[in-house]
Structures are given as C-alpha cells and as structure tokens.
C-alpha cells in the first residue's frame, strides 16, 4: 500500500524497506572475484537480473546487470557497509568502481495480473512474457520519468525511480490506474 | 413511432426509446442508433450552416467520412466538444446536441448573406484580399469592416472556454498483426492470423459495431465472425477505435472512445484512450468511401449518398424520404434504390450519368419494378430552401453539355459516383500509389522500406463491378458552368467553379490548388472531395490525373482531440515536481518556491509574523530577503543546496579525467582538498561550473549546477564512452543520494561542532576549501568547507532519507544564533555582494573563463582540456571582448534591472550600440546600496567610468566598480 | 516512434528511450597548438547533412546507457544498421539509392 495508490484486486503497489544500493563498474575480468565476494554470481548477460533471499531479509542479494559494465547490488540496509568492504578488498587489484547510491532511488514492487498491462500505460516496452520474461531488468520509461523495471515472475515487477520523481511516478501510475479498473 | 422510422429491420433496440434534443428540440431514436440517423428518423436533414456561405446543410453520409453533419454535443459540466460529426456520434439518454454555424438560428441565418456576395467570396478570397486590399478600399477598410465580419460568419464551431473534465489515458501495445478496420476484409483476416494462439492480433474499427457494410447487408454473418473473435483470448478488439496516424516502422496510433454512451460511466473513468501499437505487420482493411456527384445545387439538404441512405434504411430503420430520384454513375445506387422501394419509398427515377446502365440485368430489373432509369442524364438544378424539393434533369449531349430533359418533384436526392479506396493510412507511412483509370482512384502499389504494410478489401481496390466507376470531376451542365454552384467539397464550400478559376489564375499543382481554394481541407479533409477536385484540374488543365499530382495525406485521418494527446500529462502531472527531502519543512516555515528546473527551490522564507496588509508581495520579498541576508553576515544561515548535481568519480584514471575534463589543474589536488572548477565546452565558453573535491587517491566528489546536473552527466558520459574509453573511470550520479544542507556565516561552526564526529574542524585542520568523511549526529556524512557567500561555510552532505531530522535540529540551533534558512534569492544577494557567478545568469553561453575574470582558473600547463583550443581562437582572445564588471549606479540606492543595455553616451540615440548589459542586481542589505554585475566590452579598463542605461522614463548613469564589493581580501571565509 | 536496435542490449527499442547525439566518426582533432583555426572551426561546426544514409550517433540513455552508431536513412527513416562506438561504418552501409549519385564517367 503506498500512499495516493490504490490496490485493486489486480494490481498492489508496495514501497521498498531502505535499502542498501551500490552501482558496481568493472570489467567482465572482475566479475568472478566480485560474485565471490558479493556471495551472489553477477549475472553475465545484460538486462538481466538474479538474486537470493528474501528482500530486506538478513542474506538477501541482489544483482542487476543494467549496462555492458554496469550492475545494480541491493541488500539489506545494515549489511551496506561490509558488503562494500567485502567488494572493495576482493576487487582491489582489478579497476573498477563501487558508489553507495542507497538514498538515490526508491524501490517498489507492483505485483498482480494486471501489473504488466498497468505499466503499459507509460512504460513503451512490450512487456509480454515472450519479450520481457522473468529474470529481464532494464532501465526505460514511465511516462516522463526513467524507471528501472525487473520482472522477478510473470506479475511480480521490481522497480527502482530516483527518489525526486518517486512521487510523480506513483501519481502518474495512480491516474493510469484509472483506466485499468 | 417517429415518422422516418421504418416498421421492423435493422440493428437498433425497438425496445430501448431514447430522448435527446437538438438545438433545443426534444426527439426519440433508439438504441443503436447515431445522431444522424435519429435525426433523419425524426425527419431532420437541415443540421448545419457550411462554412463559408452558410448555406442550409443536409446529412451527406452514414460514416466518418462526413462534412456537413459538424454538431456539438453538450454532456454538460463543462463537457462540451465542437465539430462532431452526427454519423459517428452514438446516441445516448438525454444526449444535447446543438448545431453549429448559425446566425441566430438553423432556419434563419444571417450569416447566409455571405451567399449572396459568392461571387466575391469565390477562390482564393482570403489571399487576394490580404495580398491588395487597396481594390476594396484600403487596409483599413479590411480590417475594420470585412475581417470582423467574415470572421464571425465564417468558422466551425466554438472551442469551450472551461478546463476539460474529463480525462484520458494512454496505453502502449505491441501485436504481431494489427488490423484497421473491422468490416467483412477485416474480420476475416482477423480471424486467419489468429487461428495461431501466439499470433496476437489487435482489431480496430471506429464503429461501435464490427462488421461494416456486413452490417448492411449481412448483420448475422458479422455476428459469427465477431462471436469466433471474441473467443479467442490472443484478439484485441478495440471498437468505436480509429486508426488515425499510421507511422515508421508499423506504429499506429489510435483514438478509442471509452464512454460507453448508454452505460452509466464511472465518473473517474477516461473518456477516451490513446494506443501506440506496435505492430510486427500492419493491414489496412479500411474499406472505401463513396463518390458524391458534382452537380449544381448538389448541397441542399435531402441529397445524399445512395450508400448511406441504404445504410439508414437497413442498418438503422430509417428511410432518408419518400420521394427519392436517385442520380448515379455506377450500380451500387440500384441496391439502395430496391432497398427503399420495398421499405416503400417512391423511386421517382434513377437518373443515369452513364450512355448505358451498368452490368447485367440491372436496369431491367429496375424497370421490372416500376422504376425508370433514364440513361445518359445527369441534374441540372435543384430547388428547396431548406430541403430538396424537386430536381431539373438534363440529357448529356455527345458534345459534353447537357439539355434540359424535364424535371421531378422530390423529398430526397441520392447519388453515388463510385467508390473510393481508403488508402489514407497507407499512404501516411510514405507508401507509393499507382492511379487505377477504371477505379478512377489512387491505389496501393508498394509499401515505404520499412514498412510492413498490407492493404486488403476494398481498400485494396477488391470491389464487385458494380462499384467501380471512372467518372470523376464536374458532371455536365446547361449553358455556362461558371453560372451555377456545384459543390465539390461541401465542408469548405469549394465549387467545380473555383476550382477552374484557380487554374484558370495558374494554379497547376494540386498542393497549390488546395491552398489556394481551401477544397480537402478542415475537419474531413477532403474525403469525399479530392478525386473529384483532381478531376476538374486535370479536365480544365488538359492533363490526366496522376500529372496532377496528389496533395500529401497526413495524421490524423478523422479529428482527434487535444486531449488525447495531452493524455494524462497534465496539472501536477504534466511534468515531474522535484522536491528535496527539505521540501515539506520549508513550506511549514512560509517558503516562497521557484522553479529551478523540475525542481521546487525554496526562494524566500515569509516571517511567520503577519505580513503587513498594505505591503505588496515584492516589498515583503524584499524585506525577507535582507533579513535573510543579514542573517548569514552576522549568524547564520541555513540553506537548502541539494539540487546541486553531484557525480562520484571513481577509478585509477580519475584525475586524468577530470583534469582533461575541466580547465583546472586536478592531478594536484591533495586528497581531503577542493577546488572551484570550470567546465567548458569545445568552442571555449563556459558552460557549467562547481567544486572537485577529491576523496581519495581515485575518488572524487564533483559539483554541478542544478540545471546543468543531467547534462553534464551526459556530456561526461561522451567523453569516457567515445572520446576517452582508455581512460580507466566511471561516473556514477548521487545527486539524489546526498542531500546538502549549507551551513553559512561567521557561527556556523558552532552550531555544527558538537554534531559532528571524526572530523577536526578547526582552520587549521580543516581549512577553506577541504572536504572530509565523518559523522554526524551519527549519520555518514562529507563535510565540505566550501562557501558561496564569503563566510566561513560548511557543506554537509547526508544521505537524503536521513536529512530532514538533522536539518531540523540545524534549524532550532541557528534560531538560537539569531540566524536561520535562506533562500535562493538571498544566496543571489550573497554571492553577488562576493562577485561570484553564476552560469547562464552572469555568463550566456558566449563567455570564457578570462572574460569572467576567472583566467585565474586554467591550468596553463596541462596539453589539453576540453575548451582548450576553443580559447585559442582569434575572437577569444581578441581585445574589447566584453568581461564581467561591477556596477554602482550614482543613485546608490537605485536597484537596476537585470538585462538592461548600457551606453557610453549619456546622450546615446535610440538603436545606439550598447557595450554591454546587466546580468545580476541586487539591493545589498550588507552595503545597505544597490549592486550589480555586468558585463562590459573591455570592461576592466573601465573601472571607474561613468556609463549609462536609458531606460523607459530616464536615463540612470552608472560607475564600473570591482566585481567583489564585500570584503575583497576575504578575511571572513577564515572565520 | 522509431525502433531502433541498441547494439548492447541486442534489442529493438522503442525511440525515446534514446537522445540522438550528432554526427558520428568526427575525430576530435590534437593536441590544440597544432591544429589550425580552419580544422578546429569545421571540427566544431561543419558538418554535411545529406538526403539518405547518414551514420550518426545515439545513446541508450533510458536503457544500457552506451552510446553508438547508427546508419538511417534520412528519407525513408529505415536504420540500415547500428553498431558500437569505436567500430568503423559497415563498408556495404555507403550512401544508399535516395543519395543524389554524381555523374560518373
């Protein structure tokens, strides 16, 4: 339930516990040594996603491969700090960069039957599950604002919306919500 | 019963009456019924004024391609849409439909007197009136006497002047095959593409029936098909849904109706929905559009398409007359002319423009019947003011004029010249046509590269015999054409007449044609009109029609209104509102917002005490203002910076970037220390500026501006990409993860210094111009001791969830200290007092960093920046470029105003060359005067002149002065 | 709205998920004290804007964020090919039919 949303029977919107987020890029050199120490395999092919755990959950991973040299890693908010020092000392020797940027988004989830076609309204991507399927993640649109879109099973999206437009996405998937009753 | 309203047939609901009005009238139809239709049950054909003449208008057609049915419908609260068209408008309880173009009313207009001055009103009125007004009497004659008028009389309809209540949603979609048009073609390719379950298929029709002119003559067929469709779970089948704009690449736009007009509708509900489908294959089963006849008097009401009045008759259970003559150049005419006979209507004859009636036994089979079909005859006038009452037929003579031949009383006039494929939407995606003389209309030949487009149906030319017919342009006529008005275009008022005077003028091309008679422009945009009016060129012109050429089809193909496209981007909605985590505690404390970008800047904060009434809003500004200011100088001030662009620089290259980045020496820089930068770009002006601050060995911190934040990111993001990719480094954007709260003023280290852990704050330690990692009321932090204001500063980033509370506790303590927050205004005043700048105030993309006096800047060593060699050219270092200059005016009180011109000459003439302009001004509450930044060509030679900017009223002499006009040596950033 | 095929992600995506970026295969002349005023002018300024294929840059900025290069046709909108940045046009992507062809011997 988040505020100046309402859920229907085919879609809920829920807004993300603070979370830890850093942006990771490196080479493909550095990504065995990165998977190792991250205790989750970054996955090699772009616009992909993978994960363990439950999100927010002691242990939980996350990995978004967003960019050829680009990942998203999301955890529990109290482990931020050793994960980023467990990377830091396992990629020492390879160039890269690790930036915290766990205040720069908000995460939401927008589950149900209707999640996909709810998010037509804006985002221009066909988001069929032949062309999106599970395990897909990438950044596109949502009207005016950029989003981050990772499709975890059939209805069950992850989104990621920098923390300014949060309000307007949720308002603007609220008004699309309209026509989706 | 209403009197038009045959006694059984068709798709309406018998047992659903419905009550509307028009024009103020109440009426019955039925469900299933259009306006149109329920009109002429009601035995209504007069529904408008045309355009320019005012001449009474009849319903001309039974679809969308309909120019004279223009009414607007009034669903109340401020629901009110102009120029609908009565055949696509579905009927519903209550409905309010008024009709348009009438002075004061439908039956008595005054505006009709633009018909009797016709032939003043005639091709290419408009142009040749503005081009030589002196012919009637001059300019101003025009425009006090002929522009009022004619723009009263001439026009569709009025815009509403209220907000639009209703709203409008959008959806993407993708399909393998998208299908326009839901008629026998249509369906029936529907229905084979989809026989494979993962071939998705979109169907679109703008009816609100499938089944097009099935529903004519084959109502149940078309029920199996749409049956056999709906079951199938891979079909989308959007009704009341037209395709109007057909694009690269298979994309097509469509605008649904939703309001479904006889369910009560969730008063939240979009009224209409925009789809952008894309399509892995497009066909266009768009179907085709009956030929008027261009015959004189062929306007008044009563005179209709043979098609549509079947329609009326067999679709909806209308009969369009009694009485009806029918004139026709191909056999599609004779099904309406059975159809009404047997609904028992009078067919008084059927006029043949044809030597010899069509195919087969056709015209036997008339005769059979008792009707006389009279070869070789077109209608030379008709009469009736406002409906037809009788009709003069003529005997076309080989020599292609005609005679009179007798004449008929008669309540309804139908023609037909032929059927026209719609290939509106083909030819939108750049598909080539090829002329078909037989058809005589333009056909489908090749689609655009790119383009997977089929057409198919009758829309493809697939049409029975009986619809085909070459016959185009202006039927013949008794005596002089010029001396009757035949309508070829009945929405503009174009007649055959004005056509051949444009040609006759020299207008060849038919693009100029159009422009110059206004014919296939407007609401139907020529669909009933353009082959006829390519006809008449070609004739007048001696050339075939495809030497004519063929005016461009364009989106949209039916109107479509703005708010589809607006969508739902509108009000709060229309864009992004940025608001920083400080947002709501600013507003509780009487922040003024600006507009920084998307961003929500607090500009000033209001004393909560009350204002004084009598203050204007400008007086109260600037009385927070100095307060604010006074604040900063003599306690402290808190200000909200987080919309600064901030970028982590992280990798063993980052100093090389940065350095080959920015013109400042980086490579230098200590860890833990800042440095003001410049950015550039390659021509040499700058373009954006901020703070490098270097966190360790290869990471830094990098400020941008806040409306430059996105794009430097984007221009950084070049250069590592394309320019650089050796280069070992990444950005990553944090603007949104820091939030930044400026700490300002010669207390502000006491108000931080017990909150802050980890980090050494004294000068000495921590000196102007450092930055540190800590914490602070035990949250992570970067401490930088930077300032924009010329006191001793801080600025401390936290991350933006974490910011509001320590914020707040800022807050009380600076309350405490005789301080508090400052707005973007105050910070202008304090910055300026210090002459620094501001990119794209002070600087407008034409300035280099010697003329802001920031020379200093540039490492002159490094072999290469970006701007670098922009510098080096001759106009940049040329002498008497214009540089950045303080200004006093001699009234030291006087406030200048930004943009003003400045001149040497105190007596300079108007349209003199100035020598610079104002860029920033301010009332100085620490001066207690008035300053300004300016800049001036060879300005800092000029310190200490007087100058002068003429304004409005007067003249203000000014002197150049520094660009620093508080504490030049600096002492107070040390604290 | 165009399609266009990000060479990164291997996609066709949709149009404005991309910022348009200039012409591509421009070489940023240097080091600047031994380029002339004329290179550094046509550098900045010149660039030709032919009717039919022109290969010119893009970049995913609401996708993978890479830029890259494209060869559109300018009349017909059809992308003949997108490749990465730093690779050379595709030989056989040469100016196409709807390019004016110059009188050849």
């Known amino acids: 339930m988040v505020d100046g949303f309402a859920d229907t029977s085919r879609f809920r919107l829920v807004e993300a516990p603070p979370l830890a987020r850093f942006v990771l890029r490196a080479p493909d050199t550095a990504l065995k040594a990165a998977g190792k120490a991250y205790g989750l395999a970054l996955p090699e092919a772009l616009n992909h996603g993978a994960s363990h755990g439950e999100r927010g959950k002691p242990g939980a991973r996350v990995a978004l491969h967003l960019g050829p040299d680009e990942w998203w890693l999301i955890v529990p908010e109290a482990e931020g700090p050793d994960v980023a020092a467990a990377l830091e000392s396992a990629l020492g020797s390879h160039p890269h960069s690790l930036v915290n940027v766990s205040h720069r988004q908000v995460g939401y989830v927008l589950e149900g039957e209707g999640a996909a076609g709810l998010l037509n309204a804006g985002c221009p991507l066909d988001l069929s599950e032949a062309a999106f399927p599970p395990g897909m993640a990438t950044r596109s649109l949502f009207h005016r604002v950029g989003l981050m879109i990772w499709r975890m099973a ?28 | 019963m209403t009197a038009f309203r045959s006694p059984a047939g068709g798709r309406i609901d018998r047992s659903k009456p419905i009550r509307f009005t028009f024009d103020g009238r109440q009426m019955h139809g039925h469900a299933g019924d259009t306006l149109a239709s329920a009109l002429l049950a009601n035995g209504v054909h007069l529904v408008g004024r045309s355009f320019k003449y005012h001449r009474p208008r009849g319903i001309l057609s039974a679809g969308p391609e309909e120019p004279n049915a223009l009414v607007t419908i009034d669903r109340g609260g401020g629901r009110e849409t102009p120029n609908l068209r009565a055949t696509q408008v579905e009927l519903y309880e209550g409905l309010v439909a008024r009709s348009q173009n009438r002075l004061p009313g439908l039956r008595f207009d005054i505006g009709g007197i633009n018909n009797a001055f016709s032939r003043f009103l005639g091709a ?39 907000p639009d209540p209703d709203r409008y949603a959008n959806r993407f979609a993708h399909c393998e095959v998208l299908v326009i048009g839901g008629g026998e073609a249509g369906l029936a390719e529907a229905l084979r593409r989809s026989e494979d379950p993962a071939c998705r298929v979109i169907l679109c029709d703008e009816q609100a029936e499938f089944g097009g002119w099935m529903l004519v003559e084959a109502p149940e067929r078309a029920d199996e098909m749409v049956k056999a469709l709906s079951a199938r779970p891979n079909v989308t089948m959007l009704r009341r849904s037209q395709a109007f704009g057909a694009y690269a690449q298979n994309f097509v736009a469509i605008a649904q109706q939703l309001t479904d007009p006889l369910a009560t509708t969730d008063a939240e509900a979009p009224c209409e929905r925009l789809w952008q489908v894309r399509a892995g294959e497009v066909v266009l089963a768009s179907g085709a559009i009956e030929r008027p006849l261009v015959f004189p008097d062929n306007d008044r009401p009563g005179i209709l398409l043979a098609g549509a009045a079947e329609t009326y008759l067999r679709r909806y259970g209308v009969l369009p007359g009694r009485k009806i003559v029918i004139l026709t150049a191909c056999d599609t005419a004779y099904g309406a002319a059975f159809a009404l006979q047997d609904a028992g209507a009078e067919i008084v004859a059927i006029a043949e423009t044809r030597a010899a009636p069509g195919a087969g036994d056709i015209a036997a089979r008339a005769l059979a019947r008792g009707i006389p079909v009279l070869p070789g005859t077109t209608i030379l006038g008709t009469t009736g003011h406002l409906r037809v009452s009788s009709v003069r037929l003529g005997r076309i003579r080989p020599d292609g004029e005609a005679e009179p031949s007798g004449g008929f009383t008669a309540d309804t006039v ?12 083909f030819s939108q995606t750049k598909g080539k046509l090829r002329w078909e003389e037989g058809l005589g209309a333009y056909l489908p030949a090749l689609p655009a590269p790119g383009q997977a487009i089929r057409v198919i149906g009758a829309a493809a030319g697939e049409m029975p015999a009986g619809m085909r017919s070459p016959a185009l342009g202006a039927l013949p006529v008794a005596g002089s054409p010029d001396r009757v008005k035949a309508f070829v275009d009945f929405q503009n008022d174009v007649t055959a007449r004005d056509l051949r005077l444009a040609t006759r003028e020299g207008f060849r091309s038919i693009e100029h044609v159009k422009r110059y008679t206004t014919t296939g422009m407007a609401t139907d945009q020529g669909k009933t009109s353009n082959l006829n009016s390519l006809g008449i060129v070609a004739a007048e012109t001696g050339r075939s029609v495809p030497e004519i050429g063929l005016t461009t089809f364009r989106a949209p193909y039916t109107p479509v209104t703005f708010g589809l496209f607006a969508g739902q981007a509108r009000g709060d909605l229309f864009d992004p509102v940025r608001r920083t985590p400080m947002h709501d505690w600013a507003e509780r404390n009487g922040a003024v917002f600006e507009d920084v970008g998307t961003w929500k800047r607090a500009h000033y904060f209001l004393p909560r005490r009350p204002v004084d009434a009598t203050a204007s809003g400008h007086a109260a500004m600037h009385e927070a203002v100095q307060a604010e200011c006074r604040k900063v100088r003599e306690a402290v001030g808190l200000f909200d910076a987080s919309t600064l662009g901030k970028i982590e620089f992280v990798g063993p290259d980052a100093a090389e970037f940065l350095e080959r980045a920015y013109v400042n020496p980086v490579k230098g820089l200590a860890v833990g220390r800042c440095r003001y930068a410049l950015l550039l770009n390659e021509a040499g002006f700058i373009i954006d500026d901020g703070i490098i601050a270097r966190l360790a060995q290869d990471r830094f911190h990098v400020t941008t501006t806040t ?158 920046f970006i701007g670098k060699r922009g510098l080096m050219r001759p106009d940049l270092t040329a002498s008497g470029r214009k540089q950045l200059v303080g200004l006093v005016a001699e009234d030291r009180s006087r406030v200048l105003e930004e943009g003003a011109q400045i001149v040497p000459d105190i007596l300079a003439p108007a349209g003199s060359h100035a020598i610079g302009h104002v860029t920033s001004a301010y009332s100085s509450a620490a001066l207690g005067h008035g300053i300004a930044l300016a800049v001036i060509e060879d300005g800092r030679n000029r310190i200490g002149q007087l100058l002068h900017i003429p304004m409005e009223r007067e003249t203000i002499a000014v002197r150049v002065v520094e660009p620093v006009f508080l504490d030049p040596e600096g002492a107070r950033l040390h604290g | 709205m165009l399609l266009i095929r990000c060479p990164w992600c291997g996609m066709d995506r949709p149009e404005i998920e991309f910022r348009h970026a200039g012409a591509a295969h421009i070489t940023r002349p240097g080091p600047p004290d031994r380029v002339s005023d004329e290179e550094w002018a046509a550098f900045l300024y010149l660039r030709d804007n032919p009717k039919g294929r022109v290969a010119e840059r893009w970049r995913h900025v609401h996708g993978c964020g890479r830029f890259f290069n494209a060869v559109r046709d300018t009349v017909t909108d059809v992308f003949v090919v997108t490749y990465k940045a730093g690779e050379p046009r595709p030989p056989e992507t040469g100016p196409g039919e709807s390019q004016p062809t110059e009188a050849r011997p």
């Open chain 2, 124 to 162: 290419g009125f408009y142009y040749k009136t503005f081009m030589g007004p002196q012919a009637l009497g001059g300019a101003k004659l025009w425009a006090r006497l002929f522009e009022p008028a004619i723009r009263r009389a001439a026009g569709l309809g009025r815009a509403p002047a209220g």
């Open chain 2, 707 to 864: 409306g430059g934040a996105a794009r430097v990111f984007g221009m950084f993001e070049d250069y590592l990409q394309t320019e650089w990719p050796d280069l070992k480094v990444w950005q990553t954007s944090v603007t949104e993860h820091w939030a930044v709260i400026a700490v300002q003023g010669p207390r502000s280290r006491e108000i931080i210094a017990d909150l802050v852990e980890g980090i050494e704050l004294s000068d000495a330690a921590f000196p102007h111009m450092a930055v540190r990692e800590g914490r602070i009321t035990g949250t992570p932090c970067r401490l930088f001791r930077v300032s924009f204001t010329g006191e001793l500063g801080y600025e401390i980033n936290i991350p933006a969830g974490l910011a509001l509370p320590l914020w707040e506790k800022l807050a009380e303590r600076a309350a405490e200290f005789g301080g508090g927050p400052y707005g973007t205004e105050a910070m202008h005043v304090l910055r300026a007092e210090k002459g620094y700048i501001i990119v794209a105030q002070d600087t407008d993309g034409t300035m280099t960093p010697e003329d802001m006096g920031l020379g200093w800047a540039i490492g002159k060593k490094k072999p290469d």
């Open chain 2, 414 to 425: 139908l023609m037909s010249g032929g059927w026209t494929p719609s290939i509106h939407l």
């Open chain 1, 154 to 181: 059939p209805g069950l999206f992850r989104l990621e919306i920098d923390r300014s437009l949060a309000p307007y996405f949720v308002a603007a998937l609220a008004e699309a919500a309209k026509d989706h009753s």
